[in-house]
């Protein structure tokens, strides 16, 4: 059990349970959110972490080199997986949504999203996709340590990054620049020497025809190095120790957790205290995690309904309420595309920006009649933005509307009309303040579409309001 808090450090209440099942996780049914009404936030807090102890891996695509040991991919075999690799990234991208609304380990899958973003990678080998997704799984409430170095010698990484063209008479400095600009130390806290030296310790890691991470002892640099002040001849595995001796480490990581989970404006003394545990924990992310979900400073109006739902917690959100399901996967995916954020399929090394970033004219609109189309026979045009790959006779303009589906069972077995009914669905559904929400707009315009389902009506209008963007 979480212990030092005060006994009455912070009230429970449907906003403050809602705020942390939305940032633990993707949210929660009504029926949960007054299920754990009486309880303390510490226990539902815990309750969370204890439910993703547990975890299941991703295993829909097989090794395509297995049983071919000896021989390795021959370059026709890996032509072809490349082709066939984009479609099925495609259809693993459809079960991880899927995962994340209906898995129990709902903090598990948030964090694994999360470093997702954060150990940004995009090749094309779908089942080396999948190997990357479930080593984030597998160490997405660990120690970051190991999480880092799973990372650095994950075949994906090494293909994304360029490890694999690092070689002793001449280095790749890509992975180390990024190793430390983007997943530890943050920019201008390394030189360019640094950078140097860290790639030549990375030389001979690189991935074999088996798709497995291999040491070429031949190709490595075993001269001696130079790296933020230490002399030796180092390997990769002691320059990412040396990263994570320095405190910087903690504070980058902590600040970027803080923006993701919290808010987007930092509080510098709340990311020291935070840095500070993380580092003195040997970078526990559990413990991180915890601190941060039962301060009492988490739960400060100005931290709830802050934060932009990104594209994929918006989709994954919708599931969980309604079941929302579309007629073809492809739809989904274009939906991803409209959005701006595509499951395995980041923009850059960097990842996705967030926050404002999320927000354009065309997709707030999208964002806006997601909801509305529910009730416009489940039709809703779709225009996914294209990318840089397809070619003019690829994009189909023309197929651009889509069904959608929708089981509101478990709305309407919990709502059941009567007068409190608008005040507690404006409630359940928006986190931002509603004193600024038109009520009596929004009762006329479920008024005018008749008196049938009228929580399916209520709802999908609400959800329809900018304010449900916010989480």
Not at 12 to 26: A, E, M, V, W
Not at 218 to 239: A, L, S, V
């Amino acid at each position: 059990m979480v212990t030092g808090l005060p006994i009455n450090y912070m009230k429970t209440t449907r906003k403050n349970i809602q705020h942390l099942f939305l940032r633990s996780g993707f949210g929660s049914l009504p029926a949960n959110i007054e299920k754990n009404i009486s309880r303390s936030i510490p226990e539902i807090a815990e309750e969370i972490f204890s439910a993703s102890q547990n975890y299941s891996s991703l295993d829909f695509i097989n090794n395509p080199i297995k049983g071919r040991e000896k021989k390795g991919a021959s370059a026709f075999q890996i032509l072809k997986m490349i082709i066939k690799s984009r479609r099925e990234t495609e259809d693993l991208n459809i079960i991880w949504l899927n995962k994340m609304a209906q898995d129990p380990a709902q903090l598990r899958e948030k964090m694994t999203f999360f470093w997702h973003n954060h150990f940004s990678t995009n090749v094309p080998f779908s089942y080396l996709m999948q190997l990357q997704n479930n080593t984030l799984r597998k160490f997405a409430l660990g120690k970051f340590g190991e999480l880092l170095h799973a990372v650095a010698k994950d075949p994906a990484m090494i293909i994304y990054l360029n490890n694999q063209q690092n070689h002793k008479d001449a280095p790749n400095e890509n992975f180390a620049r990024e190793a430390m600009e983007l997943f530890t130390l943050g920019e201008g806290h390394y030189s360019e020497n640094d950078i140097k030296e860290a790639a030549r310790a990375f030389t001979g890691w690189a991935v074999n025809r088996k798709g497995k991470f291999e040491f070429h002892e031949h190709d490595h640099d075993y001269g001696e190095k130079e790296f933020m002040g230490r002399k030796g001849n180092f390997k990769g595995e002691e320059i990412l120790n040396f990263i994570l001796e320095n405190k910087q480490t903690a504070i980058f990581i902590a600040t970027k957790i803080y923006r993701e989970f919290v808010n987007h404006e930092i509080k510098r003394e709340r990311i020291k205290s935070l840095a500070d545990d993380f580092f003195s924990s040997s970078y526990d992310i559990s413990m991180l995690m915890k601190k941060i979900f039962t301060s009492e400073w988490f739960y400060d109006e100005e931290n709830i309904g802050c934060k932009i739902c990104s594209p994929v917690e918006l989709i994954v959100r919708y599931k969980k309420i309604i079941a929302l399901e579309f007629e073809n996967d492809q739809a989904l995916i274009d939906l991803q595309k409209a959005l701006g954020q595509v499951l395995f399929f980041p923009p850059n090394v960097a990842g996705w920006k967030g926050g404002n970033n999320w927000i354009d004219s065309s997709s707030l609109l999208l964002r806006l009649n997601i909801a509305q189309a529910l009730l416009n026979e489940g039709r809703i045009i779709i225009n996914p933005k294209p990318e840089f790959e397809d070619t003019p006779d690829e994009i189909d303009e023309e197929n651009d509307e889509h069904i959608l589906s929708s089981d509101w069972t478990i709305m309407n077995s919990y709502f059941t009309n009567n007068e409190n009914d608008f005040d507690e669905l404006l409630n359940y559904l928006v986190q931002s303040s509603v004193q600024k929400i038109d009520r009596d707009k929004i009762k006329s315009l479920v008024n005018e579409a008749g008196a049938d389902n009228k929580i399916i009506k209520m709802a999908s209008v609400i959800m329809s309001l900018p304010e449900f963007q916010l989480i």
